[in-house]
């Protein structure tokens, strides 16, 4: 199911608009740029709530990767 929507523009963009409609598709045009849009921006909305998460969990010591890698290295 698909559901109108409705952008005021100026009135020489819709002239330019038109001079270009057997050349562009603005339909597609703009449900593609839409669609790009709200990926990028659910894609920034999910890296902020990871950044969130991140910042609640306590900070390692100094050194505390590279103390792992030496005993795991040791083990073998």
């Not at 952008?7 to 839409?34: A, T």
Request: with cysteine; net charge neutral.
């Amino acid at each position: 199911m698909s559901v109108v929507i409705s952008v005021r523009i100026p009135k020489e963009l819709k002239e330019k608009l038109d001079s270009l409609r057997d050349v562009v598709n603005w339909s597609e045009e703009i449900r593609n740029f839409l669609e790009r849009r709200v990926r990028e921006y659910y894609k920034k909305k999910v890296i902020e709530e990871v950044h969130q998460v991140i910042e609640r969990f306590p900070e390692c010591p100094t050194g505390t990767a590279v103390k792992y890698i030496r005993e795991d290295r040791d083990d073998n």
